[in-house]
């Protein structure tokens, strides 16, 4: 089974809907990350969480929020969604400590915004 | 800042041949690490190969290796013996270690395997 899921993997919805992205873990990790991809631009951090008391903006964090249910939960919601919020979003996770550098990825969500 | 430049938005290779990727990168940073990701038609971000700055060692995964000049912040990444499993688009990325949770990521280089 995969460490960190993602559901949907695709979604299509229509301007002004709100809509959550799912992102579960099973590695343990404290640190959980929201990143959008576009093509070109590269991944960019929407959010990240520390633990579910410490959640943290990143570069673009406008017209998105998010919420850390558990360790191993972290949702992002697009509360009125935009043509341009048509990305992909990826979820990550990295664990505390000396020597845990690394962020693992999820499979990625594909969405639409019509 | 920290940025990361791919200056090859496309590569090829032929089956078996090697190739290799460059990378860039700009901090003021001394202690950070870097990586290669790996992003097939499946969309999944795959971790390649990583290298901590503070060694001198470069980084060795299998066929995957890296070239880590400190001081010219070069990352380069080499694929040898190449598979058409390889194909796919390849992200360098960079973390300092002062506490920034951003992993800044360059656009990227597609990499064509030929059979």
């Known amino acids: 089974d995969a460490d960190v899921t993602q559901t949907p993997r695709n979604r299509i919805t229509k301007t002004g809907k709100r809509i959550m992205l799912e992102c579960s873990q099973t590695?343990?990790?404290?640190?959980m990350y929201w990143y959008r991809q576009d093509p070109g631009l590269g991944l960019r951090l929407i959010y990240y969480?520390?633990?579910?008391?410490?959640?943290n903006k990143g570069e673009i964090s406008d017209g998105y929020s998010v919420s850390r249910q558990a360790q191993a939960k972290f949702s992002l919601s697009l509360e009125s969604a935009i043509p341009n919020q048509t990305a992909l979003y990826f979820c990550a996770t990295r664990g505390a400590g000396a020597g845990t550098d690394t962020q693992y990825f999820g499979p990625g969500t594909r969405l639409t915004v019509l | 800042a920290q940025t990361v430049t791919q200056s090859q938005p496309e590569m090829s290779v032929q089956e078996a041949e090697t190739v290799t990727l460059s990378c860039t990168y700009d901090t003021s940073e001394s202690d950070y690490y870097l990586f290669w990701y790996k992003q097939p038609p499946s969309r999944q971000m795959i971790l390649v190969i990583r290298q901590e700055a503070y060694k001198q060692q470069n980084a060795t995964e299998n066929r995957f290796s890296v070239n880590f000049q400190k001081a010219a912040k070069s990352f380069s990444l080499k694929i040898s013996d190449s598979q058409l499993g390889d194909a796919a688009m390849y992200f360098c990325?960079?973390?300092?270690?002062?506490?920034?949770?951003?992993?800044?990521f360059g656009k990227g280089t597609k990499l064509t395997v030929n059979p």
């Open positions: 990325a960079y973390i300092g270690q002062g506490g920034s949770e951003k992993l800044v």
């Open positions: 590695k343990g990790h404290d640190r």
């Open positions: 969480s520390f633990d579910v008391k410490d959640i």
